[in-house]
């Protein structure tokens, strides 16, 4: 990975000094400046079981000793599926697996089926991948909320002929072609959860202002901008990184390593960022998570009640989950050090995220068995949550 360099944010200083300078000097587990979380942002990384990310030989020291450290890490943390594509979706949706999506959608096909139904724990039946409007998601519930989210996707648009630097997607009912990466282009539509959503990519220009691009060490693309104040700042930050920096590929196709050595170098560079922004000082929730453990062959092992779904029976390919990846989570709310061994997963997480903006519960984050992150994880002082809508 290219060395940082020192680029001018929105407060018109270098990175560098930026990082000190429009944030506050609060440390992370010193106590909120709010009685509330305001801001989440999420990063997903890809294909690892926890003992790999997190064991004593991890070959990503910030990911599985700095960050911890400086927050609370969930050591029963599972995916929901395999392959990649469900589990997005399941953090923005709670809809679960289905055959085509478990296949990482090659096709970029219409959910055709049942629209969601409450004895089903609001799942739609049916099989396809872009769900329609009928199918609710996070996005929804934030906007309804007066609340903003933003979609920030290392890479997209590198190459304008396979897919838009905002919203990009395939066309409806086409192969996808952002399968395999290019040494110019390391997007990935099926690890961007937005783009399977009517709901977001049927208004163009909703789309484009809420899915965009960035580059880690380009401080002009929207991500730094968007940190640089409160006030800019989405309620909901949901970053996905290349195919490079995830650590799904290794090699990668432009050259770096890959795997867990350029996901680490990644977080190495953007967490601090996250971590020094206003919004985080005041009120921030930083998610640190992979979708799913080393693939359909490794763990599928299951939490938290999860069982087949409507549209297969098996979530995980040959099991009932995505197998345990681990979570870490940052936040003024969270003391230093924290371990949690309480059983989570992506539904959880939704669920966990609809508390705190107090948003109710969709899809599998409302089923039996499902518990959002609670005193085990915010050690430091229980954020208030908000009264539902």
Known sequence: MKALPKIALGCGLALTVWLAACGSSQAPGTGPAATSVGHVFIVILENEDYSTSFGADSPAPYLAKT?????????KYYGTGHESNDNYISMISGQSPNPDNQLDCQIYSDFVGAPPSAALDGQAVGVGCVFPTTVPSLPDQLVARNLNWKGYMEDMGNTPSRESATCGHPALNSQDKTQVATAQDEYATRHDPFMYFHSVIDDQSYCDSHVVSFNLVDASTPLYQDLASVATTPNLVFITPNLCHDGHDSPCADGEPGGLVSANLFLKTLAPIIMASPAFQQDGLLIVTFDESGGPQSDSSSCCGEVPGPNTPLPGLTGLGGGVIGEVLVSPFIKPGTVSTTAYNHYSMLRSIEDLFGLD??????????AS?????FTQTMPVLPAKS
Not at 67 to 75: E, F, I, M
Not at 361 to 370: E, K, M, R, V
Not at 373 to 377: K, N, R, W, Y
């Open 67 to 75: 960050l911890p450290a400086q927050g609370a890490l969930l050591q």
């Open 373 to 377: 992150f609670g005193s085990d994880v």
């Open 361 to 370: 519960y969709i899809g599998n984050a409302g089923a039996s068995g499902q």
